[in-house]
């Protein structure tokens, strides 16, 4: 257990509906980071947060948008869904947000667009 | 072109065997180097940290980083059956917030 909690683990929902996927960084980090993992794409960078406020942003579509939380936890909402949006969503955090912080990542959330 | 490109195999060695993997990258401002194993699409866990250019070596397993050359490498030593996973390389900037930047990732099969 890496400490970093996601939920739910696995997801199947139909075209134009929208998801929640939800993170619970480890004890202590206040940076979350949110990943979409497909098997052309590998593992791309959406966004990332710190302490509540958004601090990076990657190649995240329009449709999906995210925040973290007073508590730090954090959501990722997917909606208006399409085939292509099935993949692997993972989250990670950090301590801090700097370039030498280590990533711990979850276990993943599966999202299967129907 | 990706920032960061890396061979996704497959990989198929037999167990025993020196394993080398590679990544590339074209952003000269990266200045911290991962290595990533991910098992059967779970989460990825950390192998290797480097800062820098250098080595660094932990057991069955040692990382290198040419910066000059903007190329990192990861042997493994005594491959084990174990071993078999797909194994990402990462970077990251220090004016870039800690995102991680991944190569595609190799995957990795050691046969008994």
């Known amino acids: 257990d890496s400490g970093v909690t996601q939920t739910p683990k696995h997801l199947i929902t139909a075209t134009g509906q929208r998801v929640t996927l939800r993170c619970s960084p480890r004890?202590?980090?206040?940076?979350v980071y949110w990943y979409q993992q497909s098997l052309d794409q590998g593992l791309q960078f959406l966004i990332q947060?710190?302490?509540?406020?958004?601090?990076a942003k990657g190649n995240i579509l329009e449709r999906f948008s995210a925040q973290q939380f007073p508590d730090l936890h954090s959501e990722l909402n997917l909606s208006s869904l399409e085939l292509g949006d099935s993949a692997l969503y993972f989250c990670?955090?950090?301590?801090?947000?700097?370039?030498?912080?280590?990533?711990?990542f979850g276990a993943g959330s599966r999202l299967t667009v129907l | 072109q990706k920032e960061v490109e890396q061979d996704p195999g497959p990989l198929s060695v037999p167990e025993g065997a020196i394993v080398s993997l590679n990544c590339t990258y074209s952003n000269s401002a990266f200045q911290y180097f991962m290595w990533y194993r991910q098992y059967s699409r779970k989460g990825p866990e950390l192998l290797m940290y480097t800062y820098s250019s250098g080595n660094k070596e932990d057991g069955r397993f040692t990382a290198q980083v040419d910066k000059s050359s903007k190329y990192i490498s990861l042997f493994i030593r005594d491959s084990q059956p174990s071993d078999s996973a797909t194994y990402l390389c990462?970077?990251?900037?220090?004016?870039?917030?800690?995102?991680?930047?991944f190569g595609q990732g190799t995957e990795l099969s050691v046969k008994p």
């Open positions: 990670a955090s950090s301590v801090a947000s700097s370039g030498a912080n280590v990533l711990t």
């Open positions: 947060y710190y302490n509540g406020e958004e601090r």
């Open positions: 004890s202590g980090d206040l940076s």
């Open positions: 990462a970077m990251s900037a220090s004016n870039q917030g800690g995102k991680l930047i």
